[in-house]
């Protein structure tokens, strides 16, 4: 059963922010909440994670709700190159075998419009 | 810093025949792992390793072999190729504790006929 929950599509302009959504309402309190993007069917290239707090590097940003059962990642001025399908992806934040899985749902496929 | 490098990029294979997909990684990471991604879907499990010597199924592990003799190198073996393993493998490694995420490689395009 699928963990994570989010729209198959959306578009923005170039310039703008992107802001994917991503429900997760039967997150645990040990997993960890990991964002992910392919682009043209390459290899899928790790983009940001976070626990419960907001978080923030050169690509991007999470925001995690206060009860954790959603998240928005945050691309604060799109350009065409940002046009990929983004994975939302939760796992365990312990080191055992499990939490290196990762279940990868169908994503959402963002469009950056001139 | 070469990362994750898969060979070959693209084969085609005959229904029956075997092969073995390479992966290869130079960031000294413990655990490594396959996927296969098919047409417009997100990536499954094959068959991953926690370590030298240690490998465990994933979600679809029929019809592939794995062993790990080093902490470099993962290969995938397709033991009687089908035209249902016609898909795109991803090898990806990660590092114990680590929360920077994984790495990928970029993939074999493998049609089976």
């Known amino acids: 059963d699928a963990k994570t929950t989010q729209p198959p599509s959306m578009d923005c302009a170039e310039g703008r922010a992107a802001n994917l959504p991503c429900n997760h309402s039967?997150?645990?309190?040990?997993?960890?909440v990991y964002w992910y993007r392919q682009i043209h069917s390459q290899g899928p290239q790790y983009i940001i994670h976070?626990?419960?707090n907001n978080e923030t590097n050169e690509m991007a940003s999470l925001i995690i709700t206060e009860d954790r059962k959603s998240s928005t990642l945050i691309l604060p001025h799109a350009t065409l190159r940002d046009t990929a399908v983004y994975y939302c992806?939760?796992?365990?934040?312990?080191?055992?075998?499990?939490?290196?899985?990762?279940?990868f749902g169908k994503g959402t496929k963002l469009s950056v419009i001139p | 810093n070469a990362g994750v490098t898969q060979t070959p990029k693209f084969q085609v294979l005959k229904t029956g025949q075997s092969m073995t997909l390479q992966c290869a990684q130079d960031?000294?990471?413990?655990?490594m792992s396959w996927y296969r991604q098919d047409p417009g879907m997100g990536l499954r499990l094959i068959h991953y390793?926690?370590?030298?010597?240690?490998?465990d199924q994933g979600e679809v592990p029929n019809g592939y072999n794995v062993s790990r003799s080093t902490t470099e190198d993962f290969p995938l073996r397709l033991l009687s190729a089908a035209p249902s393993q016609t898909s795109v493998y991803f090898c990806?490694?990660?590092?114990?504790?680590?929360?920077?995420?994984?790495?990928f490689g970029q993939g074999t395009r493998l049609t089976v006929v």
């Open positions: 039967t997150i645990s309190g040990n997993e960890y």
């Open positions: 976070g626990l419960k």
């Open positions: 990806a490694s990660s590092s114990p504790g680590q929360r920077a995420g994984s790495f």
């Open positions: 390793s926690v370590g030298a010597g240690i490998t």
């Open positions: 992806i939760v796992r365990p934040g312990y080191s055992g075998a499990g939490s290196y899985q990762l279940t």
């Open positions: 960031m000294n990471h413990e655990y």
